[in-house]
């Protein structure tokens, strides 16, 4: 069995640019979900996806979007980088319907 | 929506002795608590969890208790040990599922 990763570890952008994260879930999980963690902070839920569609979404603002693929593996892109864009990305996997969600290792992305 | 506040985000202790974080959620919907350890620059990792069904669950040194009525679930980590510095988050479901609805942390200092 293997666990959730992502890609890349770490980025470094500047203002406006646009930024692609990638996540492959835990073997046997099909749902995504994505998650913002400023520093100091606990994760905040961006959007979850399930089947290929997003499947809710957290107060987080359209240059925001992904994509699931038919292997549940997922991207997180942002359009438009910000400063406050600055954090750790956390994907997260789960069987849909089941509750325990399981971690990546997580790209810190730095918006200079 | 849910809300979950969670205290102290602070806790310092002595080896040895025991530490017990507090969280409080809004929506009597969830029914699902997991407790997560992040240590420095690591992925939030799933240490414990229980659902609305049961009121304790114990593993080894750690157990979380729950209180629906109230609205509050708790960590208690016994004998404590310098390893076990980390932040911990308590999370509970939005709207009553997946994805979760994470604390502030509290940041935990094992001292030896």
Known sequence: ?112 | GENVEQHPSTLSVQEGDSAVIKCTYSDSASNYFPWYKQELGKRPQLIIDIRSNVGEKKDQRIAVTLNKTAKHFSLHITETQPEDSAVYFCAAPKGGNTPLVFGKGTRLSVIA
């Open chain 1, 1 to 112: 069995e293997t666990g959730v990763t992502q890609s890349p570890t770490h980025l470094i952008k500047t203002r406006g640019q646009q930024v692609t994260l990638r996540c492959s879930s835990q073997s046997g999980h099909n749902t995504v979900s994505w998650y913002q963690q400023a520093l100091g902070q606990g994760p905040q839920f961006i959007f979850q996806y399930y089947r290929e569609e997003e499947n809710g979404r957290g107060n987080f603002p359209p240059r925001f979007s992904g994509l699931q693929f038919p292997n549940y593996s997922s991207e997180l892109n942002v359009n438009a980088l910000e400063l406050d864009d600055s954090a750790l990305y956390l994907c997260a996997s789960s069987l849909a319907g089941g509750n325990e969600q399981f971690f990546g290792p997580g790209t810190r992305l730095t918006v200079l």
